[in-house]
C-alpha cells in the first residue's frame, strides 16, 4: 500500500502523466466545471480538504513551472493570492478570465474539485520540465506550506 504523498488513485493516476507546461487545476467547492473535464473530486466536507492542503499534496508529486490564478480572486481573496504568490516564490504567477479559465479546464490533464470554500479559489499549475535544472529552480517542499 501507498503510504505518502497524493493518496487518491485517481488523482495520483492523472499527476503521474503531467509533462512539461500541462495544466492541472485546482477548484473550490462551487466551481462550476465543464462536463467533458477529466474531473476528480476530492471534497469530503466543508473544508476538508483546504485548497492549501490539496496544493501540499500536488506538489510532494509535480514540479511547478508556472501558474494561473481565478482573475476574480484579486478582489474577492486578495489574502489568498497573497498567500499564493509567498508559495509560488520562484514561479511565474498571472490572472486568467473567467472564460479563460474555463477552456483550460476542458483540455487540462486533471481538475481537482477541492472542499475549500474561500471565494474564487481557483488556480492552475502548469508543471515544469523534468529536467533537473527546472527541477532545482521550481521545486517547493510541501512542508513549507501555510495552513
Excluded: W
Excluded at 59 to 75: C, G, Q
Excluded at 76 to 96: M, T, W
Amino acid at each position: 500500500m501507498k503510504k505518502t504523498g497524493v493518496l487518491n488513485a485517481e488523482l495520483m493516476a492523472a499527476l503521474t502523466k503531467a509533462r512539461h507546461k500541462d495544466a492541472i487545476v485546482i477548484v473550490d467547492a462551487g466551481m462550476p466545471v465543464p462536463a467533458c473535464a477529466n474531473l476528480v473530486d476530492i471534497s469530503f466536507i466543508r473544508g476538508v480538504p483546504s485548497l492549501t492542503d490539496t496544493l501540499r499534496g500536488v506538489l510532494s508529486e509535480v514540479v511547478v513551472e508556472s501558474v494561473a490564478y481565478y482573475e476574480p480572486m484579486a478582489r474577492y481573496n486578495p489574502a489568498l493570492l497573497e498567500c499564493l504568490q509567498g508559495i509560488f516564490r520562484r514561479q511565474k504567477v498571472e490572472p486568467v478570465s473567467s472564460a479563460d479559465f474555463k477552456k483550460i479546464c476542458e483540455n487540462a490533464i486533471v481538475v481537482v474539485r477541492t472542499a475549500e470554500y474561500g471565494a474564487c479559489s481557483n488556480l492552475i499549475l502548469y508543471s515544469a520540465s523534468g529536467l533537473d535544472e527546472f527541477y532545482d529552480k521550481y521545486n517547493i517542499d510541501p512542508t513549507e506550506i501555510p495552513g
